[in-house]
């Protein structure tokens, strides 16, 4: 069993369309990561949060602790947004455990 | 601008050859990971580096090896390659805190392996 789940695989919306990406883990933690990885590969961080809720433009990321699940949520979805979505947790030595990610396609 | 910087970018080599991998992190960062993506799955640690010390490691052969240098950038080591080491090389860099707690990571373009 990974360390860190997320679902769905795949995902495919139309523009303008509200989506959820789920992210549930086993390992106690301090922090989660959301990350966003473009063809070709390069990878970046969207989100780094340990309680609640936080928001950045037109995505938001939510954090339950004790349930040991996390939310990424893209309101008025757009063709840019197309990418995978990718929940990383940190072990104690700052080492990560990734989720296989979610693929996202956003259809005009 | 994430700042951390890889090179090559992409890299054909052969089964048996060995391959260097470098990577520069942003700037005030003291650690560095290097992680492996096969192609459709998430990416995999391969090893941590903390001031030029080698900080935890993954399910990886020793042929994997690394190195951190002064200035913090890094390289990856991969002696003998085998058709499977075929994946993305992704290093990201952090500044480790006093307490050890977790800091963001920020990643590289990374170096795209095909060994043939």
């Known amino acids: 069993k990974n360390e860190v789940e997320q679902s769905p695989q795949n995902l495919t919306a139309q523009e303008g369309e509200f989506i959820t990406i789920n992210c549930s883990y086993s390992?106690?933690?301090?922090?989660l990561h959301w990350l966003q990885q473009h063809p070709g590969g390069g990878i970046v961080s969207l989100f780094m949060?340990?309680?609640g809720k936080k928001k950045h433009g037109r995505l938001i990321a939510t954090i339950n602790i004790q349930e040991k699940h996390s939310s990424l949520h893209i309101t008025a979805s757009h063709p840019r947004d197309s990418a995978v979505y990718i929940c990383?947790?940190?072990?104690?030595?700052?080492?990560?455990?990734f989720g296989t990610g979610t693929s996202l396609t956003v259809i005009p | 601008e994430t700042g951390v910087t890889q090179s090559p970018t992409h890299l054909i080599k052969t089964r048996g050859q060995q391959v260097t991998l470098r990577c520069s992190s942003q700037?005030?960062?003291?650690?560095v990971s290097w992680y492996q993506q096969a192609l459709g799955q998430g990416p995999q640690f391969i090893f941590q580096?903390?001031?030029?010390?080698?900080?935890g490691r993954g399910n990886f052969p020793p042929r994997f090896s690394g190195l951190q240098f002064p200035n913090y950038s890094s390289e990856l080591n991969v002696n003998a390659l085998e058709l499977d080491d075929s994946a993305l090389y992704l290093c990201?860099?952090?500044?480790?805190?006093?307490?050890?707690?977790?800091?963001?990571?920020?990643f590289g373009p990374g170096t795209r392996l095909t060994v043939l």
């Open positions: 990201a860099s952090s500044s480790r805190a006093a307490t050890g707690s977790p800091n963001e990571q920020f």
């Open positions: 390992v106690g933690i301090s922090a």
């Open positions: 949060l340990s309680s």
């Open positions: 990383a947790v940190p072990n104690t030595g700052n080492q990560f455990y």
């Open positions: 700037s005030g960062h003291n650690t």
């Open positions: 580096y903390y001031r030029e010390e080698e900080n």
